[in-house]
């Protein structure tokens, strides 16, 4: 107590042969340790409680939907509904961006599971193919009058004749158009093509509805755009594969599983 009192700088308590009592200072030391032992109190039971809901959060990562009518849009809400009703204590997070993105986060555990739409999964990750969109050549319907798949002469010069729409090398859907323009025009006819680059698919509806680009998107992208848009549909082969996944290190763990059954009943 006497190395207390020489760093504080005064006498805490005061000593005599009866005992020793709190000084007029020491006491309103008491004070001030008592409050911030109750501000220290309050700070951490935040935190903990903080700290409880982060680790009770379901997180999971999506690539974004490419309208209200797609499937991933379906497969999410869905997904966050029937886990509420499972799992009324065990809130769910859900976040969408691009598949690059998604890849990294998921990787530095920012999320549970996601859901990709890649090719095929990298080797660090496990996970079920849930579905396969058709990909189509999309213009104006002026424009694209009498184009069809087994014309390919007409197909390059339309391709070669307007600006091409399309999401960047990160995305997904990327990987599933370039072998199409390859197949469309030719290995390496591409580089002739003048593409935009647009991560956004309602950005990319606008280019092609009202200045004429043309794109290549999943049908399912196009059901709410009428008449003013033409698709010539693809080979399957070209469609866009979905994908939920996760780290092969959490294979087996009750999340995944739980996540799966939900995904399983919604689709039965």
Known sequence: ????EAVLGYAVLERGRSGAAPTRTGERAVDIIRRIERLWHD????????FRRTETVVRIGSVIPL???SQIADFLADLAAGWRLA???QPVFISSMIAEELLNSLRRGLFDVVLLDVETLPDDLDGRLLSASPLALVGRASEMDGVRLDDPAALTALLLRHPVAIPSLRSGLRQKIDPVLDELLGHGRGRRLEIVEVDSIPVILKLVGRHGFLSILPSVSLAAMGGELR???LHPSHSLPLWIAWPKARTGQG???QVLELLSLMRA
Do not use: F, K
């Open 43 to 50: 700070l951490t039971n935040a935190a903990d409680e903080r």
């Open 255 to 257: 999340l995944q599983r």
């Open 1 to 4: 107590m006497a190395h207390v």
């Open 67 to 69: 309208g209200p009518d």
């Open 231 to 233: 698709q010539v549909s």
């Open 87 to 89: 799992h009324p204590r």
